[in-house]
């Protein structure tokens, strides 16, 4: 069983920064994809970032630009530095770890709060 435990998250700002981090432990095999998703009240949950195993990163349309989403293979940990922060931005920010075995895990979650 993989755990991710998510930091970072508070209350910011409009046009402040957060850095956000995930520290993967427990039954790590290989990890290939990391990523960060969000969800908003009443809204699905949404890919914000993801960076590979090799470090190709993608972002969703509304945080190019501002986020930006790095990894410590030694550490087994991501980042998510977010800038320029927004009202729309707030929300429940998810950790996902994708390993080369199949396995797919999630953290509980970090929520950010953006006031205006």
């Known amino acids: 069983q993989v755990q991710l435990v998510e930091s970072g998250g508070g209350l910011v700002q409009a046009g402040g920064s957060l850095k956000l981090s995930c520290v993967a432990s427990?039954?790590?095999?290989?990890?290939?994809?990391m990523a960060w998703y969000r969800q908003a009240p009443g809204k699905q949950r949404d890919l914000v970032a993801l960076i590979t195993s090799s470090g190709f990163t993608n972002y969703g349309d509304a945080v190019k630009g501002r986020f930006t989403i790095s990894r410590d293979n030694a550490k087994n940990t991501v980042y998510l530095q977010m800038n320029s922060l927004k009202s729309e931005d707030t929300a429940v920010y998810y950790c996902n770890v994708a390993q080369r075995n199949g396995v797919d895990s999630w953290g509980k979650g970090t929520l950010v709060t953006v006031s205006s």
């Open positions: 427990g039954s790590i095999f290989s990890i290939n994809t």
